[in-house]
Nanobody, 121 residues
Framework: QVQVVESGGGLVQSGGSLRLSCTASGTIFSIGAMRWYRQGPGNERELVAEISTGGSTNYGDSVKGRFTISRDDAKNTVYLRMDNLKPEDTTVYYC???????????????WGQGTQVTVSS
């Protein structure tokens, strides 16, 4: 049994910063790639950032230079630091992880519950 909990969303003024966190708990042997997505009403889910087990990162074009993804494997946690936020960043953000759940390497893909980020102009 695993659980994934997000935190850190909220309301911020344009140009401000927020840090999102996403923590997995339960029987977890290791975690593979970790990602952040965002999705607004009527829109497709958009990849915001991803980080590999080795620490390599990739960002969506709209957030490059403003957002930073990081991970703490000891805490089973992925972070998304968001700087210079813009009104168009307003939407719900979801974390996604590949969890290795047993010694045979079986994987389970999980999503966070979503956290709302609202940027006022």
């Amino acid at each position: 049994q695993v659980q994934v909990v997000e935190s850190g969303g909220g309301l911020v003024q344009s140009g401000g910063s927020l840090r999102l966190s996403c923590t997995a708990s339960g029987t977890i042997f290791s975690i593979g790639a970790m990602r952040w997505y965002r999705q607004g009403p009527g829109n497709e889910r958009e990849l915001v950032a991803e980080i590999s087990t080795g620490g390599s990162t990739n960002y969506g074009d709209s957030v490059k230079g403003r957002f930073t993804i990081s991970r703490d494997d000891a805490k089973n946690t992925v972070y998304l630091r968001m700087d210079n936020l813009k009104p168009e960043d307003t939407t719900v953000y979801y974390c996604h992880m590949r969890l290795v759940i047993n010694e045979m390497g079986a994987s389970r893909y999980v999503w966070g519950q979503g956290t709302q980020v609202t940027v006022s102009s």
